[in-house]
């Protein structure tokens, strides 16, 4: 009997794949189930579980922190001015075959501007190019390399930039009435991060603080040698240069206009789980920062925390934290990896008790 069942349940099977089942057989397949993983129960955050919920911070931050770090190592070619602005921006030592021995096909001519770039010459230093030698050169290379045409859409991409610079730089902070000059003297591409400062005022009762915070898993990328500390002190310094501040301030506007021109660049961060987006900060002015996030969910401790805590220190500073939580409810492929990490955080914290 139960022999016959089974074969009509497969009988049925059959014909609801061929479509010649009874209209009441013809059951869709059930809709695969979404695993929706389980929070766990946390305590509230307490100035007594803040240190223990800062080192799990620390852990998951320096985890991602380095993971960002390769994945712009890798991309750090792409993120050059010149890719984007062509002999806008001052050129590096290139050559045309750095193998061949010295002569008019190794050299690089001027640029549009009449700039002569460095020479690549193979020679020994006793005996340097002649005057008719580097003018053979660079008659050679003006013929036969069109810098001027080398990037597509460079002309509209410093436009674009000139747009920029004149709506953030004449403005205050930085009140600088000179403008951008070709080429503009910029020859990196690396690149480095620092988490996103911002400042915010916690309030308990009749008690008011200003504080910064510290969002760890929130970077500020900007060119090396070129962060957001460096032009905050040249805004504060009545004696700087002008010359100085504009550089600085040029860097983090090329960075935007480059990521802007190269969508690509922000849907390949975007796949990676590292949206980059922009902030502004009133500190200064309307200038775009450029601004990497992670999948993991960071929180401000409560005020009455921030404030207990700050009274401790004597420093008007915290950070967010990261919390079990915002762990365990990623969708994410981080999220097994990230949750090991917590919990070897959380087994150092029992054996050290």
Same mark, same amino acid.
């Given at each position: 009997?139960?022999?016959?069942?089974?074969?009509?349940?497969?009988?049925?099977? $059959?014909?609801?794949?061929?479509?010649?089942?009874?209209?009441? !057989?013809?059951?869709a397949p059930a809709a695969p189930t979404t695993v929706v993983p389980q929070l766990p129960v946390e305590a509230p955050v307490?100035?007594?579980?803040?240190?223990?919920?800062?080192? =799990?911070?620390?852990?998951?931050?320096?985890? =991602? $922190?380095?993971? #960002?770090?390769? /994945?712009?190592?890798?991309?750090?070619?792409?993120?050059?001015a010149e890719t984007v602005f062509g002999d806008y921006?001052?050129?590096? /030592?290139?050559? =045309?075959?750095p193998d061949v021995e010295a002569g008019p096909r190794a050299q690089?001519?001027?640029?549009?501007?009449? $700039?002569g770039s460095e020479l690549a010459?193979?020679?020994? &230093? &006793?005996?340097?190019?002649?005057?008719?030698? #580097?003018? !053979?050169?660079?008659?050679?290379?003006?013929?036969?390399?069109?810098?001027?045409? &080398?990037?597509?859409?460079?002309?509209r991409a410093f436009h674009d930039l000139e747009d920029l610079y004149d709506a953030v730089a004449k403005k205050k902070p930085y009140d600088l009435g000179i403008g951008l000059t070709p080429p503009l003297p910029i020859n990196t591409s690396?690149?480095?991060?620092?988490?996103f400062d911002y400042p915010f005022v916690a309030r308990s009762g009749r008690q008011t603080k200003r504080v910064m915070v510290t969002a760890p898993l929130t970077w500020i990328v900007t060119y090396a040698g070129f962060p957001l500390a460096r032009l905050r002190a040249l805004i504060? !310094?009545?004696?700087?240069?002008?010359?100085?501040?504009?550089?600085?301030l040029t860097h983090h506007l090329l960075l935007h206009v480059v990521l802007q021109r190269k969508s690509g660049l922000s849907g390949l961060l975007q796949a990676l789980n590292f949206p980059a987006k922009t902030e502004t900060?009133?500190?200064?002015?309307?200038?775009?920062?450029? /601004?990497?996030?992670?999948?993991?969910?960071?929180?401000?401790?409560? !005020?009455e925390v921030i404030l207990e805590s700050t009274d401790l220190s004597g420093v008007d500073a915290t950070e967010e934290i990261v919390r079990v939580t915002n762990v365990a409810g990623m969708v994410d492929s981080r999220r097994t990896r990230l949750l090991e990490i917590i919990e070897a955080e959380k087994a150092g914290e029992s054996g050290d008790a």
């Amino acid at each position: 009997m139960a022999s016959r069942r089974s074969g009509r349940r497969r009988h049925l099977a $059959r014909k609801r794949e061929t479509g010649s089942a009874p209209k009441e !057989d013809r059951k869709a397949p059930a809709a695969p189930t979404t695993v929706v993983p389980q929070l766990p129960v946390e305590a509230p955050v307490t100035l007594a579980r803040l240190r223990h919920y800062r080192k =799990l911070t620390k852990a998951v931050s320096v985890h =991602l $922190r380095a993971q #960002l770090g390769t /994945v712009l190592e890798t991309l750090t070619p792409l993120f050059h001015a010149e890719t984007v602005f062509g002999d806008y921006v001052q050129k590096s /030592v290139l050559s =045309l075959k750095p193998d061949v021995e010295a002569g008019p096909r190794a050299q690089l001519g001027p640029d549009r501007w009449g $700039r002569g770039s460095e020479l690549a010459v193979k020679r020994e &230093a &006793a005996f340097p190019p002649t005057v008719k030698e #580097l003018q !053979d050169a660079r008659k050679y290379a003006k013929a036969n390399i069109s810098l001027k045409e &080398a990037v597509k859409g460079a002309d509209r991409a410093f436009h674009d930039l000139e747009d920029l610079y004149d709506a953030v730089a004449k403005k205050k902070p930085y009140d600088l009435g000179i403008g951008l000059t070709p080429p503009l003297p910029i020859n990196t591409s690396a690149l480095e991060i620092l988490p996103f400062d911002y400042p915010f005022v916690a309030r308990s009762g009749r008690q008011t603080k200003r504080v910064m915070v510290t969002a760890p898993l929130t970077w500020i990328v900007t060119y090396a040698g070129f962060p957001l500390a460096r032009l905050r002190a040249l805004i504060a !310094d009545p004696n700087r240069s002008r010359d100085e501040l504009q550089r600085v301030l040029t860097h983090h506007l090329l960075l935007h206009v480059v990521l802007q021109r190269k969508s690509g660049l922000s849907g390949l961060l975007q796949a990676l789980n590292f949206p980059a987006k922009t902030e502004t900060v009133p500190e200064f002015g309307e200038l775009p920062l450029t /601004v990497i996030t992670s999948a993991v969910k960071t929180e401000r401790p409560p !005020d009455e925390v921030i404030l207990e805590s700050t009274d401790l220190s004597g420093v008007d500073a915290t950070e967010e934290i990261v919390r079990v939580t915002n762990v365990a409810g990623m969708v994410d492929s981080r999220r097994t990896r990230l949750l090991e990490i917590i919990e070897a955080e959380k087994a150092g914290e029992s054996g050290d008790a």
